[in-house]
């Protein structure tokens, strides 16, 4: 079945740190990826997307490339801020099936 | 101008309840979904209807049953409430148009369940 795995958090970094978070995911086919922010105490919004290999998402500073040789959609951002602080998901739609399949979250902590 | 409200946004309640969460859209869209939260923040599938017809139904206790009585809204009824039933209830919504690829959420529904 599908799956998507997520570095395990926190991370914790201090404010302008560059970003990393890593991000695996095991489909048939070619699923469009996705990655989703939920701010404390508010719903998920989408952060970016890619739909088709080597496509890159970018948001606020925020990029992701879709990776189908080694199956993975990682999150950067250059220079954090104290606001990105919240919990990032990865998730995969597989093709034919419209349901998001996410993957178990990681959350940010950014100290000034 | 809220594009995918619930309510209530917080239910406590005692264990043996019934209760419904309801959920509507107004982005025009043709599918709505219900995805569950546990406390370790894991996200999960519960159903999808899409004009009014449940197209995904994951395993769920059928204490479970949602309800959709047009496109714009999507409720949820859950029987029985048992302790592990205590999670955060997100609805969303998606379009064709945008191939289903981009789902927006509402704010979600925080269960407690005594």
């Known amino acids: 079945g599908n799956s998507v795995t997520q570095m395990e958090g926190p991370v914790t970094l201090s404010e302008e740190a560059f970003l990393t978070i890593n991000c695996t995911y095991t489909?048939?086919?070619?699923?469009?990826l996705f990655w989703y922010v939920q701010y404390p105490g508010e719903g998920l919004q989408l952060l970016l997307k890619a739909t088709k290999a080597d496509d890159k998402g970018s948001n606020k500073g925020f990029e992701a490339t879709y990776r189908k040789e080694t199956t993975s959609f990682h999150l950067e951002k250059g220079s954090v801020q104290v606001s990105d602080s919240a919990v990032y998901f990865c998730?995969?739609?597989?093709?034919?099936?419209?349901?998001?399949?996410f993957g178990s979250g990681t959350r940010l902590q950014v100290q000034p | 101008d809220t594009a995918v409200s619930q309510t209530p946004k917080y239910l406590v309640t005692q264990m043996g309840n019934d209760k419904s969460i309801k959920c509507e859209q107004n982005?025009?869209?043709?599918?709505m979904y219900w995805y569950k939260q546990d406390s370790k923040k894991f996200l999960k599938i519960m159903f999808s209807?899409?004009?009014?017809?449940?197209?995904i139904n994951e395993t769920v206790p059928n204490r479970f049953s949602p309800k959709s009585p047009d496109k714009a809204h999507l409720n949820l009824h859950i029987n029985s409430l048992e302790l592990g039933d205590s999670a955060v209830y997100f609805c969303?919504?998606?379009?064709?148009?945008?191939?289903?690829?981009?789902?927006?959420f509402g704010p979600g529904t925080r269960l407690t369940v005594l």
């Open positions: 209807y899409n004009n009014k017809e449940l197209i």
């Open positions: 998730a995969l739609i597989h093709t034919g099936r419209r349901a998001l399949t």
């Open positions: 982005l025009g869209h043709d599918t």
């Open positions: 969303a919504s998606s379009t064709r148009t945008s191939g289903y690829n981009e789902q927006f």
């Open positions: 489909a048939t086919g070619y699923p469009s």
